[in-house]
């Protein structure tokens, strides 16, 4: 193929910024787990210093980390990508990189817990000021802005609420106010959502989720629109060094291959659950941007391919109920983390979202019932069977009728 730009959507993944390799036509990239390279010769290693293509040391690249890098980065249609060794590294790089002291962001307050309370811990300390907004209503994003908002940040969807924000407008409010936008896409994956195409200026993923999708990875990618962006984010990133491991990005590469059949069924199957949990009498609420009547369904159509595989629900009984739903599965996973080829379930409020206080926790939406399951691949009628039984003995009412 003359340009895999261009191809489908599976072909790109499979097949994106790779080629065999150059020294033994390997297929799969090789490992190349080696801290430094050797120069022939002072003159090679100054030029590699000064810029020159080539190997140097692997904090500042490394072949098998490039690899993985060109394939997010022509997923996401960026010019360009920075592995980092966990999807907080990557935040973190556009934290640093993009907010100078005394600077103001604009973030979505249901963002993951860490997100948000290493703003409000650890760059508040420098002088970094956070507003957090219901990015849902970009209106909300445009009255927080300040003369000295140089980065909004969103996350779509956000976890766990599912709230999506209308990336497009918000790049427009963004740079209409001199400021950048960055999007956190980790929910949503490049296979369904493409933000860069939206007009935001960063994308950030945690690739421990869909895109690694085996549950055996920790790790990061940030990817720029542009070159300039790309090169501030570039040089913070390999200073402060949350960089990305030669092991860590190959175990990546050998998972993102099948993103694409991976999101389609456990898309399919978080769909035929969301309809299920809504039918089904022991619950409360369920959240799904995939059902017709949710309130951002026709957003999720306009910037989506697909509405995902999180699903969110209240038990009737309310939290107490919702902790037995947990407690009672015998197929998912009682455990946090996300887009991975087996079903997780998990309390927010009291898990991954603990870190935020309970007020501010209840403004952004994170109710103290919210159970969430991320769906996996399994057989969906499998599925259904053990979260139609840990319902049926959870919740009182359904008790009460049978
Ligand atoms: N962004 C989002 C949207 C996330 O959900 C997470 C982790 C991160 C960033 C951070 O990525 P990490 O450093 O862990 O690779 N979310 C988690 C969750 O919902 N449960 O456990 C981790």
Redesign the pocket.
């Known amino acids: 193929m003359d340009d895999v730009r261009l191809a489908g959507p599976h072909t790109r993944i499979i097949h994106g910024g790779q080629q065999e390799d150059p020294h033994t036509g390997a297929v799969s990239t090789p490992i190349y787990q080696s801290s430094t390279f050797a120069f022939t010769d002072a003159d090679e290693g100054a030029a590699r210093f000064g810029g020159a293509p080539g190997c140097k040391y692997t904090r500042l690249g490394n072949p098998t980390v490039a690899a993985l890098e060109r394939n997010v980065a022509l997923l996401e249609y960026g010019c360009g990508a920075l592995g980092a060794a ?3 590294a990557a ?1 973190n790089t556009v934290y640093l990189a993009l907010l100078g002291q005394g600077a103001h962001v604009v973030v979505t307050d249901c963002v ?1 817990g ?2 948000r309370t290493v703003l409000e811990t650890e760059y508040a300390r420098f002088g970094v000021e956070a507003t957090f907004v219901d990015s849902s209503h970009s209106d909300n994003v445009a009255r927080a802005l300040r003369p000295n908002t140089s980065l909004v940040f969103v ?1 779509s969807p956000a ?1 766990p609420t599912l709230k999506l924000t209308d990336i497009a407008r918000c790049a427009d409010i963004a740079h209409g106010a001199g400021a950048l936008l960055a999007v ?1 896409n ?2 949503a994956s490049p296979y369904l959502q493409n933000p860069l195409q939206l007009g935001a200026d960063v994308v950030v993923h ?1 690739m ?2 869909f895109i690694n999708g085996h549950t055996d990875v ?3 990618m940030i990817v720029a629109r542009d070159e300039e962006v790309l090169e501030r984010l570039r040089a913070v990133h390999v200073n402060f060094g949350g960089t990305m491991d030669p092991h860590q990005a190959w175990l990546v590469l050998r998972g993102i291959k099948t993103l694409g059949l991976r999101m389609e069924r456990a898309q399919a199957n978080a769909r035929a659950l969301a309809y299920f949990l809504q039918r089904h009498a022991a619950v409360q609420w369920v959240n799904y941007p995939g059902l017709v009547d949710h309130p951002q369904h026709d957003l999720m159509r306009q910037q989506m391919r697909g509405p995902g595989a999180i699903v969110t629900f209240g038990v009737r009984g309310g939290l107490e109920a919702g902790r037995r739903v947990i407690n009672g599965v015998r197929l998912a996973t009682l455990a ?3 887009g991975g080829i087996e079903t997780l379930i998990e309390h927010p409020a009291s898990m ?1 979202h603990a870190g935020v206080p309970a007020q501010e926790r209840l403004k952004a939406g994170i109710t103290d019932d919210l159970v969430r399951i991320a769906v996996g691949c399994e057989d969906y009628d499998d599925l259904e069977h053990d979260l139609g039984q840990a319902l049926e003995a959870a919740s009182p009412e359904m008790a009460a009728r049978t």
Do not use: C, H, Q, R
Request: charged share 15%; proline share 5%; hydrophobic share 30%.
């Open positions: 966990s999807g907080m935040i993951y860490p997100s996350e976890n956190d980790t929910f945690s421990t989720k920790v790790a990061g946090v983390s996300l991954t």
